[in-house]
């Protein structure tokens, strides 16, 4: 609605005069909400001006062409308005009001304004629209458009009564939650995390069942009971996830992740919901802890989760949480780093710190006896001195790959110096320890069948724990026996 400046028509007082003194003037002027009687004979007349140049179209015709619009609203006659109309819009007068509808009419208005003359157009005799207004000190009014035909006008348009309701409060609201909603959609959406949100009403209702029949301890029924925790498992419902959680697992869409929900969650993934599930049971709707789970592609991915239950679902959980942090880079470094604190880097055995805890554990706790073989890798200071600390390191390396290879994993392999190394063979006697000293014996000659550049030559003794023995006196035993064949060994130290 956007009609030009032109008041009452002086040639008609008589109607003028008839509406204010009767009854309809009267509910007219006193009408708690916004009407206009408008004059829409002057667009009639455009109309079919455009009919007959070829216009089917009015909404084609009128598209991106603000100009034509404006020519059809300057053909508007406003004829009355109410008092409800001047305050709305903040006039003291129809003529006030008249001289400034550049100020009410602006801006989007000319958009809408082209649905109203469409309906006109098609033939209806009533039209709606939501439009934007302006008061006269440029306040935003949003504005609930309807109009109609009053009968006898229907070919000429001549009285055209619009009402304006002012909706700015409704619009104003919705806007409002429009934009918290996308606010919230962005946040969900856009977060570093992965973001689930779950339904676990079906798993309530299971709990709820197992206390109505006296169950009272939830993990003990859990572990004679362990089909619960899967069948609970099967109950969750993925309401939604974020896009993070997509590139995260490696899903091309949300059904994609559901479908697969098994090769996310596998059987280790069970002992961590089991305690989800009784931290449930006893009240707590919100907890974390550390998962794993896995990529659809199959790569294990360490996670911090965080499950909480949504404010005012907490009767039902119909709507729960779920954030999930990677930490898998972290969780790499913590074991790097754990390695390193027990290993030597160049030849991968136990380091020294290891060996000696090693060490002081079989004296507490056994088994015995306990073999100990000391080995000295010789010639290290010649081969660096020579080659170079390059070919000392890779020196090194070979003799800690041999005595990985020969000794059980489960047996501590370390190196103890610069060029010693020790192996602890718990719950070993003297025969075996003999039988893997010369097995390392054997592994260091086939060894050197594939280096021509330097000869790994070891010299090792062993000794065995005899009752009652303190460890440290067959660790001296072991390192005498070495030193004994590394005299008898044609290469220094």
Request: proline share 3%.
């Amino acid at each position: 609605m956007k009609p030009n400046k032109s008041s009452v028509s002086p040639l008609e007082p008589r109607l003028a005069a008839r509406d204010e003194r009767g009854e309809d003037g009267a509910m007219f002027e006193l009408a708690p909400i916004s009407l206009w009687l408008e004059d829409f004979s002057g667009v009639r007349a455009l109309f079919e001006r455009w009919r007959a140049e070829g216009v089917t179209s009015l909404r084609d015709h009128l598209r991106g062409r603000p100009d034509r619009v404006k020519e059809c609203s300057a053909r508007i006659k406003v004829l009355k308005v109410n008092q409800r109309t001047l305050s709305l819009f903040e006039a003291t007068s129809l003529p006030h009001l008249v001289a400034n509808l550049d100020k009410v009419f602006r801006d989007d208005m000319l958009v809408t304004h082209v649905e109203e003359l469409s309906q006109l157009w098609d033939g209806h005799t009533s039209f709606a629209s939501q439009a934007v207004n302006y008061t006269l000190s440029g306040q935003r009014l949003d504005i609930q458009l309807k109009g109609v035909v009053l009968p006898g006008h229907e070919e000429s348009l001549g009285r055209v009564l619009l009402s304006a309701e002012d909706v700015t409060a409704r619009e104003t609201a919705r806007r409002q939650a429009a934009n918290a909603e996308r606010y919230a959609t962005g946040l969900f959406q856009h977060s570093p995390v992965s973001l689930w949100v779950e339904d676990f009403s079906t798993i309530k209702q299971l709990m709820d069942d197992l206390r109505s029949r006296g169950i009272e301890d939830f993990r003990v029924f859990t572990d004679v009971h362990p089909e619960f925790v899967e069948r609970c498992l099967s109950e969750i419902r993925v309401i939604e996830v974020n896009r993070h959680t997509l590139e995260m697992f490696g899903a091309a869409s949300t059904a994609e992740l559901v479908e697969n929900t098994a090769e996310i969650f596998r059987s280790e993934m069970h002992r961590h919901f089991r305690e989800q599930l009784i931290e449930l049971w006893n009240g707590r709707l919100f907890h974390t802890r550390e998962v794993v789970n896995y990529t659809l592609s199959g790569e294990m991915l360490h996670v911090h989760l965080q499950f909480s239950v949504l404010p005012g679902h907490e009767g039902d959980w119909s709507l729960v949480q779920v954030a999930l942090t990677d930490i898998t880079a972290r969780k790499k470094a913590e074991a790097y780093l754990e390695y390193l604190g027990r290993h030597d880097v160049l030849t991968k055995l136990h380091n020294r710190t290891f060996y000696v805890d090693e060490l002081n554990r079989l004296e507490r706790r056994g088994p015995f006896p306990v073999t100990v073989i000391s080995i000295h890798l010789n010639g290290l200071r010649r081969v660096n001195e020579q080659l170079g600390q390059a070919a000392g390191d890779m020196l090194l390396r070979r003799a800690g790959e041999i005595i990985a290879k020969a000794v059980d994993p489960q047996h501590c392999a370390a190196r103890v110096a610069g060029n010693e190394f020790v192996v602890l063979l718990p719950g070993t006697d003297a025969e075996v320890g003999h039988s893997v000293m010369e097995n390392i014996r054997e592994l260091a000659a086939l060894n050197n069948q594939f280096y021509s550049a330097s000869t790994l030559s070891l010299s090792l003794g062993h000794a065995t724990s005899s009752p009652g023995e303190r460890l440290e006196a067959v660790v001296r035993r072991a390192e005498a026996a070495r030193a004994e064949e590394r005299r008898s060994a044609t290469h220094g130290a």
